[in-house]
């Protein structure tokens, strides 16, 4: 027997999913039928390409992780073929994974340009943490996502793609409000809005102020960088934000930058895609096309 293109979906979708069930119903099989293709497949291959403990999803052994690469970038040759040739237009719906912070400022309007260029191709947009988002890469269940980080992960490949500046801002009647020639220093006993006390940009900020601060007085934290900026909107305390963020506020006078001569934060943001994988023309154009606009691109205004 030789190995065919049906036991190859089975196999990536129950590897996806953790299902024949699931994987069966995706592909529109019965679960028999999904179940007798996973099995030939490992018969031919000689191995065992999942292991199965009761009460427990299917768990991919090594050697299918080895393989799951192979085969989504066989899937992907072959769709490719029976979908469009090299010079078709665009078309289709991409799925792209994003942080939150950048879900909700610059990447909306790059995928309302890039839709315009293409206008058969359609974008969905789902804002994770980076935690869930690198769990999806690996499992391919992504092909491109942008985060606020630039780790070294197994399976993942990054490049950098913009230079993303965070600012101190505070209510127009905050004390602290158009004061010029700022220190950390005198920051000292002002109340802050912030992420939550695990996130990133939360630690990241108290290891720089800690020295000079100790610890900080937070009044209000969220999980959302929204809530923050709302808070500090209503005169909650200090808020370290992206800029990117509070920019509208700060042209319209519901938010007033700190000048602070001593702070200065600044975080790359990454395009994160799987390694070792054919990425489909149409994700492969969408990274080009952020690449282009990465940090030579202007930030505008966000409502």
């Known amino acids: 027997m030789k190995v065919t293109l049906r036991q190859l979906l089975v196999f990536d979708a129950v590897a996806t999913l953790g299902s024949v069930t699931r994987a069966a119903t995706k592909l529109n099989m019965s679960q028999s039928a999904a179940s007798s293709a996973l099995t030939d497949l490992q018969i031919i291959l000689g191995r065992s390409l999942f292991a199965h403990v009761k009460g427990r999803p299917l768990q991919i052994t090594d050697e299918g992780k080895r393989l ?27 799925v792209v994974g994003s942080t939150a912070m950048i879900a909700e400022t610059v990447l909306p309007r790059l995928c309302i340009e890039f839709m315009e260029l ?38 993942i490949e990054l490049t ?4 993303d500046e965070l600012i101190l801002v505070v209510a127009p009647d905050h004390p602290l409000a158009g004061r010029s020639d700022l220190r950390i220093a005198d920051l000292a006993g002002h109340k802050w809005c912030t ?16 020295e000079q601060l100790g610890q900080l007085p937070v ?7 929204w809530a923050v900026r709302h808070a500090v909107i209503a005169g909650g305390g200090i808020g370290c934000l992206s800029r990117a963020i509070v920019q509208f506020d700060l042209d319209n006078g519901r938010l007033c930058q700190l000048d602070v001569g001593d702070f200065t934060y600044t975080r790359s943001l990454s395009l994160a895609r799987p390694k070792a994988i054919w990425r489909g023309r149409l ?19 966000i409502g």
């Open 219 to 225: 009044a209000f934290e969220s999980t959302s960088n």
């Open 118 to 155: 293409h206008p058969d191709v359609r974008i969905m947009v789902q804002a994770e943490s980076v935690g869930d988002l690198f769990e999806r890469l690996q499992r391919f269940e992504l092909e491109t996502a942008l985060i606020e980080i630039f780790p070294d992960m197994e399976g």
């Open 195 to 210: 992420r939550e006390q695990f996130s990133s940009n939360t630690a990241r900020l108290r290891y720089m102020l800690h």
């Open 160 to 163: 950098k793609w913009r230079t």
């Open 283 to 301: 994700a492969r154009a969408f990274d080009a096309f952020l690449l282009e606009r990465g940090d030579l691109a202007e930030t505008k205004p």
């Open 68 to 94: 799951q690469p192979l085969v989504r970038s066989v899937l992907g040759e072959v769709n490719e073929i029976e979908v469009s040739s090299s010079e078709a237009p665009l078309s289709g719906r991409l």
